[in-house]
């Protein structure tokens, strides 16, 4: 039987997650026109509501229409309140336990141009792009505070008030983002959109009870990327990645979830795959550094191509490169509080259930294969392309150029 750890509760915030398994956000892109979840949507949470990990991240959830990094990306505006409200119902009458995050986005200059417009607080080298002035961010902000409302409005337990991968609160706290202005210059202005949304969300929502937490890019492996120390740099300078991670703490948030690199630019880096097996020991690496940094709980990332050994990490025996050793090994280390799945959880979204009842034959591994991802860069309806033929006949589709 998996350690006992895995299974045990732990407090975040003022609630309980039942273990210590967490469904990292996994953006699906299969809401309705209007950002509405779809039956797709509701089948794919029920399904994780039933594998009950302690946490389950419905996904990157847009916060405005006109920042959509996909066409179908689900949204979170008052329109969509009701369907969200939905979700969250039908997953409760799955499972009661469970907490349920939702991360809200912008995806900034990540947004798609085709069907949204794309934005930066600061000039890039692509000259088509639309830059922000203070007063823009501003209305941004309040963007959040209103979603961070629906969301305690439709039910969830609290919010992942996203800050990784490139997207548009990444792209402020970067060294690269130099601009003169409120949210530009020195690490104190980089951080302020963060910091005051923050605030008037938690003036907005007196619940002490509602859960903030948040997803960092510790790293995300760009000159003057988050993790460098300046412009023009780009070796790994963990100090203000460290400093933002207390900066979270001060501000009253309840968890922090670690990741890095920029899926678009720095896919490996953010999931990694046998292009890149030691992916996996630096997401280690940059937890148990921010672990160091705070007392709230941390959720690791990078597990997904561990699997059942059979991965290309080198200079380690079969048993000791498996996803459960290292789950166990590193909740019991200190080095993590939770252990986040991404790919695994569209593989098996009932994983969390078989690995807490020793049912380890009866998982689906995750092949790292690339599928999903595959999917969501064509704008297609993601899921996984291995298990599941509704989504394999979706990547047969692309190959056909039928999508
Ligand atoms: C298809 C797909 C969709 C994703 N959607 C999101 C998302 O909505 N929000 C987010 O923070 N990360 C997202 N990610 C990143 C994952 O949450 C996770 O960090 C990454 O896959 C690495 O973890 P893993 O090795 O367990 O898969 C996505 C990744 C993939 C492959
Ligand atoms: S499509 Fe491939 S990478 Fe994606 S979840 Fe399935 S097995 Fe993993």
């Not at 607080?121 to 209103?146: H, M, N, R």
Request: hydrophobic residues 35%; glycine residues 10%; aromatic residues 10%.
């Amino acid at each position: 039987m998996p350690d006992e750890i895995l299974a045990s509760p732990i407090n975040i915030g003022k609630k309980t997650a039942p273990n210590r398994w967490v469904n990292h956000p996994m953006e699906c892109n299969d809401s309705d026109e209007f950002g509405n979840p779809t039956e797709l949507t509701f089948k794919r949470y029920r399904k994780l509501a039933e594998g009950a990990a302690g946490m389950i991240t419905v996904e990157s959830l847009t916060v405005s229409y006109r920042s959509r990094a996909r066409k179908n990306q689900l949204q979170i505006t008052e329109r969509n309140a009701q369907g969200l409200a939905r979700l969250v119902k039908e997953m409760r009458e799955i499972n009661e336990r469970s907490l349920i995050i939702f991360q809200i986005n912008h995806s900034g200059n990540l947004s798609n141009g085709s069907f949204s417009e794309v934005v930066s607080y600061y000039p890039t080298a692509d000259p088509t792009v639309s830059i922000l002035s203070d007063e823009d961010v501003e209305q941004i902000k309040q963007w959040f505070v209103d979603a961070a409302l629906i969301a305690y409005q439709v039910g969830a337990d609290g919010i992942d008030f996203k800050q990784c991968h490139g997207y548009l609160c990444g792209q402020l706290l970067r060294p690269a983002n130099t601009k003169q202005g409120r949210f530009g210059g020195n690490f104190e202005n980089r951080t302020r959109f963060f910091r005051e949304t923050s605030e008037q969300i938690k003036k907005k929502i007196r619940d002490e009870r509602f859960i903030l937490g948040t997803r960092v890019s510790v790293y995300e492996g760009i000159i003057g990327g988050i993790g460098t120390a300046g412009a023009d740099e780009v070796a790994e300078d963990l100090t203000e990645p460290l400093a933002f991670a207390r900066m979270i703490e001060e501000s009253g948030f309840h968890f922090i979830n670690v990741s890095s690199g920029i899926p678009v630019f720095t896919g490996e880096v953010c999931r990694p795959t046998r292009h890149y097996p030691i992916g996996v020991f630096r997401h280690f690496t940059w937890t148990q550094a921010m672990r160091g940094a705070v007392k709230i709980p941390v959720i690791g990332t990078g597990y997904s191509y561990l699997r059942d050994g059979k991965n290309k990490l080198a200079g380690v025996d079969p048993t000791r490169r498996t996803l459960l050793y290292w789950a166990e090994k590193n909740l019991k280390s200190g080095s993590v509080d939770l252990i986040g799945i991404g790919r695994q959880s569209l593989a098996d979204p009932l994983f969390a259930k078989k690995i807490l009842a020793g049912n380890l034959d009866d998982i689906n591994y995750c092949k790292a294969c690339g599928g999903c991802s595959k999917l969501l860069q064509a704008q297609a309806r993601v899921g996984c392309t291995v298990y599941d033929d509704f989504y394999k006949e979706e990547l047969r589709r692309i190959k056909r150029g039928a999508l």
